[in-house]
């Protein structure tokens, strides 16, 4: 049983072959009949037993390889399920947790915990309890998944890891997971926040189409500091999620935040003072941090960074684009200035002659590369998806 | 008796011989012991064998070749009833464990 193959072909059968050869090269002269005869026997036991033992070898062969396959078409079937399971699994687990678990990090214990520095923003829909008593149920899931799309689409777009949605709330963080530093996690959390607001024009038409008595307006609170990450939970149900006194300033600057504003601690504005306007607020207590909270409500870019925004108004070769903008009751401020912003953009590119407008728009252009390369060598340490938003912001022009 | 590994178990009690678990081990030679196992259970058992494999969730083609040639020689050695079990449960059982007729046409299958 140790040859690989089931064929009996041993010491003695070799010596009986070789005694054939010697034979049948110095002739049968020597050979008695008896001899002979005996030879023969000999010879036919040996051709049939090979026959048999080459009829179970291809048996064998053809046995195995179906077993094979079979086993091979099972794991491709389960490879198949388990793919469409971890698809699946990506639409209700943060983009953190997805990563941790495909990426075979998730241990679910209780020891996997981690302080990181982190920007954390919170955002709700302006008396969202409202809306869910007026409107039919099928018609508040399309428009709220509408909504929660567009959100999670610029999120994604800035490099933001969605920690869950809860309800019409959304609560997002930036930091070491994605190899952002403090200032480029608050910087990036800050301008997708004002991304945000700026893309409720054309979602605010679906919910008045859909019926809602109320406009659509978000709040946003944001808040940086260190918290700690991981597994949290029973033995039985584990989430990996933030916690931490810094998690819960920034739900309350979030509670606090005017209708279409932003509302960020000092923690924050520090970080991201060169790139926005802010106003301070005031302070706020916060149940379990000792001291009062230092407030800032953001009003909108400085002029330097408006056009790290997905601008309303693209400047194109032969002329510009402007995408649709809805102004209305509850359009807030910080809205109605980045609108305003993208109108007068547009405006002095209407205003330029053709002929001139080309050529200003050429010297922009070789200017705001020139400038972008240098913004790029000192951020060498940034993420893919920073180096990619700065790659597309050289050929972005207000 | 009984030989466990790795996710396996066998063991032969009563003139059966039960599988259980996993085989997965590497080659004829890492195989070797479980076939050298079936060869004493076969002396211990007499003229018949029998075979439990309904818990044998999995048996790669390493694994499914010693069996074959175990039954192979099951032939060749002659006067021996071999009763093979298995599970209509376990996807590769069917197909698999049918073939071993082919090698014994007396075999006696039973897939519950």
Redesign the interface.
Known sequence: MDNELPVSFDDEDRARLERLRVLLTDGAASLDRDGALDHGRGLLELADRLVEDLDDAGLLYGSIVEHSTTLENELTETNDKITQLIEKMKRYLSDQLYRRIVGGQAEGTEGSHQRQHLSVFFSDIVGFTNITDTIEPETLSHILNRYLNEMARICGRWGGAIDKFIGDAVMVYFGDDDGLDPRQAARACVRMALEMLQSLGPLRKEWEEAGTSFPLQIRIGINSGFCTAGNFGSDERMDYTLIGGNVNVASRLEGQAPPGGILVSAATYRLVEDIVEAEPRGKIKVKGVAQPIETFEIIGHREEDRTETEALFTPEDEGFTLREIRVGEATSDVERRMYRENLEAALAALAKPRAAAKTKVAKKKASKKKASKKKASKKKAATKKTSKKTSKKSSRRR | MKIEGDGYAIEHAEGTTSFSGSLRLNG?AEY?PI?DFL?ESLEAGGDAVQWDLSRLE????SG???L???V??LRKRGNVTMKVRGSSEI??QA??LA?MK??LPGLELEIA
């Open positions: 004829t070797q076939a060869d999995f048996l790669n083609s499914i070749n010693m074959y040639k175990f192979i020689g996807a590769w197909k698999s073939n082919k090698f």
